[in-house]
């Protein structure tokens, strides 16, 4: 064995605690963000693979016509790439005794021969026997409907028995865990049978040679004037966004945020090995000196500290690798169970591994730049010269306080200067750590501050949307007996995403007509104001609305088309809330349009007691009355539900952005950690010639304890000026995501998350001063002068 | 022959916007097998004087050859290697690298320089330490061996590489006597055998048979009182 190659190893084992941390350092930094990269290679592929491979619909239309249709001439047209009739009707199901769930039917043309919106087989019967329904798996998650259950549901007033006989997996459904809805599957004579509707009244198509939601609509238009000229009046369409599932949000959200925190821990681990090489090379330039005299050349040179550098790379690669590829499918076993969709990655490209191989390589070397080339081009004289650290002007400062009887602060104060370069480093990547931790916490903030935020803005409890309009007393009444009901107003409204089976404008957009004066919204506004009552028709949107009706400029004109009509009104406000698109419009106003007399089909009740064990009883109360009366009911949630559903959205992203936070923490306070740990040891020297000179353990505890905390403080302060910042962008990026463009999130500082930072901080700056510093004054006074 | 010639060799540092003169119009010859004593007060010049005869160090003027080389025109990977081959250094104290054993540290320098084949390093490495009479201290690494082992081994690894030149810059300095009086002997061996040497020493020099003695006294060559014919 060379002898280079073995004095790289004598260095391994020498230095054998800053080594371990090093390889600790770059295992971390592999592990995490290796397995980061591999869980964005597999879930950035697989959720949208999963949707695409459905072959999901883009266009959707509704007409009560389509037996004039001419469906082979359609299937022929070589725009058109697959359609078929999939009706949809919502019904209500009991999932659980008294706890009855919107349940939407779908009926299926033919379950052998499915050419669009695909779904698979699961568990149970496929198809399912006749006169039964298949659930989608997820459904298992919120109900207690399984193969051969017998549930209740409500159909038209009336209870029916429905049999379960199959389990599908639709990808292309929204997780029914977030959005607590029951999807089912059955043969067109069932969904009559169970529905009381008709088949054949939605076609689901979808194009060839489209690339975007604009050349869909192209393609609707002509087919439009298709429809229109076969006699075929088109009474509502829906264009969902592109070829997107609709979690895909959550996903893009989480993929980003691992994106930024694999980076930054990969980053912070190469700080790491770069003040490791830093604190080496400082301590061997004598011997670098010495090496160079004896006829070393830069290559010898180079070559010792490079094999040091690549054999701590190797073993963290060596360990890293394996446990990112493990995590990174882990996390997206974990995401794809949330979302609900399969992992199809069996294998992982080479490539995911040479990225991760040459990075584990490359970058600490690169990161040791400054220290290599130093070690490399210093000349023999200065390397000789050289007693360890800057020794320069400060050094006899120093030594005149500590003759002086030892002021610790300005003592402590000195020391950091002294080592400015290596303290600013440290203090960078903890103020980073504590930054990105901070923003984490704040953006949390702000996320809850949204769900606070949305809960108060339903000043009801319960909400029952009936099927029908029905004049107020007669919704009303049969609930009148429930005592715990302090009041009830009538709407024209429905909820969520069965809002446009309720009311809505012709392209979709959920519309809900109140009483402009009405007590029991409270909106969060991003722009303009509530509707005033004024003469004049006025309309007020949500964010998710404004794309259509972009550019947005509050007190102009648009055209909204509701009840068969297209009308100029005035837009007045924008609204934010976690919702599909709506619109709000007067009540009175509504009824002029629509020639309905004083008519309502939402019932929003509010209760005396408004506590959540309260509201779910009187709920179950409601259920009962509605069974029981036959009264035909597309769905009744309450506030504190609809709250929970809003809050399971997001907290899937909360809890991602807590874990990524905590590990970007970890990481950086490691690095403090062997930072302080370095400059103990590199100071044993020092510490035998202040004991030497009287100062007593204590005395050296206490200066490096100091040291430790003056570091921690200062990074904590720099990391806060950091956050601010960061957060800021963070609450616009994130809104915007999440609640869509031009939607930013309040920007709002986490007091939970800076008491949490200050305290790690000070505590690990004060745990990773006092351990090596307790061990170091164990050394005697003789052999910590003669350390090296 | 001539092995070392200086001719108006200065140096200069510059500290602080100022400039100190360690050096000013030194011209000396060293002949080939000579042994030299550079003596004179702390402070006179002595290391800078050596630094610039290995090539550690360049001059602000003069010219230098050494081994019929025009050093300084070397870059500095080409002066190791050529420093490597013609010249064995020994300073004063922490000389050997401490995570290598004493024969490791022979066997690097020989490594690094290369002019010796790899089957007969070893050996060469265990007949070095048996010349300087510490073979079995070879397989201990520096921290076990005493000032004087210390000085031996670097003395050992200054000659791994057959140096024509051996330069020691007080290497008897922290000894005691008769330690410093055997290291002097090994000294003695090597000039009798060929080597150039050029010893800096605080010393007494009298009763010792160099053949040159360089006294500087504020960085000039003074004439030394006692001729070297005078000694012999
Ligand atoms: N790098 C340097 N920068 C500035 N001045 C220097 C430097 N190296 C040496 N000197 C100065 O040059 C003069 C000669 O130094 P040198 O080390 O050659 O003395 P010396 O004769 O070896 O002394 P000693 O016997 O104490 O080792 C001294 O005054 C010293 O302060
Ligand atoms: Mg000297």
């Known amino acids: ?788 | 022959m001539n092995i070392i010639q200086l001719n108006n060799v200065s140096k200069s540092f510059e500290q602080g916007g100022q400039s100190f003169t360690a050096l000013s119009n030194v011209s000396l010859t060293i002949t080939k097998g000579e042994y030299v004593a550079l003596i004179g007060k702390s402070g006179s010049g002595k290391s800078t004087l050596l630094n610039l005869i290995t090539g550690i160090d360049h001059p602000t003027g003069g010219h230098i050859t050494v081994a019929d080389t025009d050093i300084h025109k070397f870059g500095e990977s080409s002066l190791a290697a050529w420093r490597g081959k013609n010249i064995g250094i020994i300073f004063q104290f922490f000389q050997l690298i401490p995570t290598l054993t004493i024969i490791e540290n022979i066997l690097l320098a020989m490594e690094f320089v290369n002019v010796i084949p790899k089957d007969q390093r070893q050996n060469r490495a265990k007949n070095l330490l048996t010349q300087v009479g510490i073979l079995e201290q070879a397989n201990k690494f520096p921290s076990a061996l005493s000032g004087g082992e210390q000085q031996r081994a670097a003395i050992a690894r200054a000659l791994a590489n057959k140096p024509e030149i051996l330069v020691a810059d007080e290497p008897t300095g922290n000894l005691d006597s008769a330690t410093a009086k055997s290291i002097k002997a090994i000294f003695t061996d090597l000039v009798a055998a060929g080597t150039t040497v050029i010893i800096v020493t605080h010393e007494d020099i009298s009763g010792t048979d160099f053949d040159q003695i360089i006294q500087l006294k504020d960085g000039q060559i003074q004439p030394h009182n006692s001729t070297v014919s005078e000694m012999k």
Do not use: C
């Not at chain 1, 076993?333 to 995911?352: C, E, K, M, Q, R």
């Not at chain 1, 055209?559 to 007067?586: H, P």
């Not at chain 1, 505590?763 to 351990?771: C, T």
């Open chain 1, 1 to 788: 064995m060379s002898i280079i190659f073995k004095k790289s190893m004598r260095d391994i084992q020498q230095r054998f605690r800053s080594t371990l941390l090093a390889i600790l350092a770059l295992t971390i930094g592999i592990w995490g963000g290796g397995s980061l990269l591999v869980s964005f290679y597999i879930m950035s592929n697989d959720l949208s693979a999963n949707y695409l491979l459905t072959k999901p619909y883009q266009l959707s239309i509704q007409s009560k016509d389509f037996a004039k249709l001419d469906l082979d001439n359609l299937h022929e047209l070589p725009e058109i790439a697959a359609a078929e009739f999939r009706d949809r009707a919502i019904l209500r199901i009991e999932v659980k005794p008294d706890e009855w769930l919107p349940l939407w039917l779908y009926s299926v043309e033919d379950f052998d021969q499915l050419s669009i919106a695909k779904f698979y087989p699961q568990a149970g019967q496929f198809p399912p026997a006749k006169g039964t329904i298949a659930i989608e798996r997820n459904n298992l998650l919120i109900s207690q409907l399984n193969v051969d259950s017998v549930a209740r549901a409500q159909s038209n007033g009336k209870l029916i028995d429905v049999k379960i006989s199959g389990i599908i997996f639709d990808p292309g459904q929204a997780p029914s865990t977030q959005d607590a809805f029951i999807y089912a599957y059955t043969d067109e004579a069932n969904y009559t049978r169970l529905s009381g509707k008709a088949t054949h009244q939605k076609l689901i198509i979808r194009f060839n040679n489209v690339k975007t939601q604009q050349d869909v609509k192209q393609a609707y238009a002509k087919l439009a004037i298709q429809f229109a000229a076969q006699g075929i009046k088109i009474e509502a369409s829906n264009i969902p966004k592109f070829d997107q599932h609709p979690h895909q949000f959550q996903l893009n959200t989480i993929l980003m945020i691992n994106g930024s925190i694999s980076f930054l821990t990969f980053i912070m681990s190469m700080v790491l090995i770069s003040q490791l090489m830093n604190s080496i090379f400082t301590r061997q330039t004598r011997q670098i000196g010495i090496m160079k005299a004896i006829g070393a050349k830069r290559g010898h040179i180079l070559r010792i500290y490079l094999t040091y550098l690549l054999s701590i790379s190797a073993v963290s690669i060596a360990i890293g690798l394996p446990l990112a590829v493990l995590t990174g499918k882990k996390y997206s076993d974990f995401i794809a169970s949330v979302l609900n969709f399969d992992i199809l990655t069996t294998d992982l490209p080479y490539f995911i591994f040479a990225i991760v191989i040459v990075l584990g390589f490359i970058l600490p070397v690169i990161f040791s730049l400054p220290m290599l080339r130093n070690a490399v081009h210093i000349s023999v004289n200065n390397a000789l010269a050289d007693y360890g650290i800057e020794a320069g002007n400060n050094a006899s400062s120093s030594r005149k306080t500590s003759s002086m009887g030892m002021n610790i602060y300005s003592l402590a104060w000195r020391n950091l200067a002294r080592r400015k370069g290596r303290m600013l480093v440290t203090m960078l990547t903890m103020a980073l750590g504590v930054g990105i931790f901070l923003t984490g916490f704040n953006v949390r903030e702000s996320l809850s501050q949204f769900l606070t935020n949305s809960s108060n803005s339903m000043q009801y409890d319960l909400k029952v949307v009936l099927k029908n309009t029905v004049p107020p007393e007669t919704a009303s009444a049969p609930f009148n007996d429930i005592a715990a009901i302090s009041s009830i107003e009538g709407w024209l409204d429905g909820v969520g995403r069965v809002q446009t089976d309720a009311i809505a404008t012709a392209n979709s957009i959920g519309l809900v007509a109140m009483p402009y004066d009405n007590t029991l919204n409270k909106h969060d506004f991003l722009q303009g104001t509530w509707l005033t009552g004024a003469e004049q028709l006025e309309f007020v949107i949500n964010q998710q609305a404004a794309s259509e009706f972009a550019p947005i400029v509050i007190g102009q004109q648009y055209t909204i088309s509701i009840a068969g009509q297209d009308i100029s009104a005035r837009l007045v406000g924008m609204v934010r809330e976690f919702d599909v698109a709506k619109i709000y419009i007067d009540i009175d106003k509504y009824r002029q349009i629509a020639k309905l007399d004083d008519e309502i089909n939402s019932l929003m009740m509010v209760l005396n007691d408004r506590s959540y064990d309260n509201v779910l009883r009187v709920k179950k109360q409601v259920e009962r009355v509605i069974a029981n009366q036959g009264i035909e009911v597309v769905y009744i949630i309450s506030e504190v539900e609809y709250t929970k559903i809003v809050f399971d959205h997001l907290n899937i992203i909360l809890t991602a952005l807590l874990i990524l936070s905590l590990l970007v923490l970890s990481v950086s306070a490691m690095g403090m950690g062997s930072a302080m740990g370095i400059n103990v040891m590199e100071r044993t020297r020092e510490i035998g010639v202040l004991r030497a000179i009287g100062a007593t353990p204590k005395m050296v505890i206490r200066l490096f304890v100091m040291e430790g905390f003056m570091v921690s403080a200062l990074s904590v302060l720099l990391g806060i000026l950091l956050a601010l910042p960061l957060s800021a962008y963070g609450a616009k990026f994130f809104g915007n995501l999440i609640l869509g463009e031009n939607t930013p999130l309040d920007f709002t500082f986490s007091f939970m998350g800076f008491a949490i930072t200050l305290i790690v901080t000070l505590a690990f700056g004060y745990i990773a001063s006092r351990l090596p510093a307790s061990k170091a004054i164990k050394i005697s006074v003789r052999e910590a002068i003669a350390y090296e």
